[in-house]
């Protein structure tokens, strides 16, 4: 079974629900997390970083204007970064009318009531942000320490093969290694991973985690030699799901998980 959710078994790759079904419903919000729920995908993805005061949030934009109302409500502030407005400022924002009117006032959502949304059966696979201003500042420790302080969610989690975490960035996914090295920890990678860092990445890494555009058999099959696991992002056409699938990898991180389950 792959991680954080199921397979590359005769079942399919894993369905991994990028940002929530983020095609049909503003990312990251709860809408989104639960259409992903409701069309049965088998894990949502989701951003995380980290308010003023010490809340993780899953939100991916480093900054906060694309995806909300930020610069009317907070009119001239000096930074519009996630990490400059405290968890009850964050909250009085409009991040759902960008996408539609009919999403008007959804919130952001903390890493916890993505939990809460997921209910127990849906995956997660929680994305440390690479925004650079969050380099060194314990990021991925805080996230081992949230998860660990939600009763029995780690280790039902993991016995369901329902849990993953993966970063662009070495460091990060290595810090967070080290503070829960029991849950599966995933390297993302824009560009085609050399054989080197492939041969590095087996010593720690469970699954390495490219671009769908640079992964072709030769990959998946070196990945799966080496004892690591496959996921591809960000597929949303038909045919390119259907090409990976066919190679072969564990999961596919998509915006219409319905796609792929035909459910909901
Ligand atoms: O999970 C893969 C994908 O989320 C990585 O890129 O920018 O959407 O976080 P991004
Ligand atoms: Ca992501």
Redesign the pocket.
């Known amino acids: 079974a792959a991680v954080a959710g199921g397979s590359g078994t005769a079942d399919g790759p894993a369905v991994?629900a990028?940002?929530g079904s983020s095609g049909i419903a503003p990312e990251n919000t709860t809408p989104a997390i639960r259409a992903a729920v409701r069309q049965r995908a088998d894990v949502v993805?989701i951003?995380v970083q980290r308010t003023k005061d010490g809340r993780l949030v899953n939100f991916?934009d480093c900054t906060l204007e694309r995806t909300t109302d930020v610069e009317e409500r907070f009119p001239g502030r000096a930074s519009y970064r996630v990490s400059d407005f405290t968890w009850a400022e964050l909250r009085t924002l409009d991040a759902g009318s960008w996408f539609d009117e009919s999403f008007a006032g959804e919130p952001i959502i903390t890493v916890r009531e993505v939990i809460r949304l997921l209910g127990g059966r849906t995956g997660l696979?929680a994305?440390i942000s690479?925004c650079g201003h969050y380099a060194g500042t314990g990021l991925p420790e805080q996230l081992a320490a949230e998860l660990r302080s939600i009763p029995g969610y780690v280790d039902a989690a993991l016995a369901g093969g329902r849990l993953g975490v993966?970063s662009?960035e070495v460091a990060d996914a290595q810090a967070f290694h080290t503070a829960l090295p029991e849950v599966p920890i995933g390297l993302?990678d824009?560009d085609r991973p050399t054989e080197a860092e492939l041969l590095e990445l087996s010593t720690w890494a469970d699954q390495v985690?490219p671009?769908w555009t640079v992964t072709d058999q030769a990959l998946i099959d070196r990945v799966h030699e080496l004892g690591m696991e496959i996921?591809v992002?960000?597929v949303n056409e038909p045919g390119a799901m259907r090409r990976m699938r066919d190679l072969g990898v564990d999961g596919i991180?998509t915006d219409f998980p319905q796609s792929l389950t035909q459910r909901g």
């Open positions: 991994i990028h940002r993805e951003d991916h696979l994305e690479p993966q662009f993302l824009a985690n671009q996921n992002w960000t991180i």
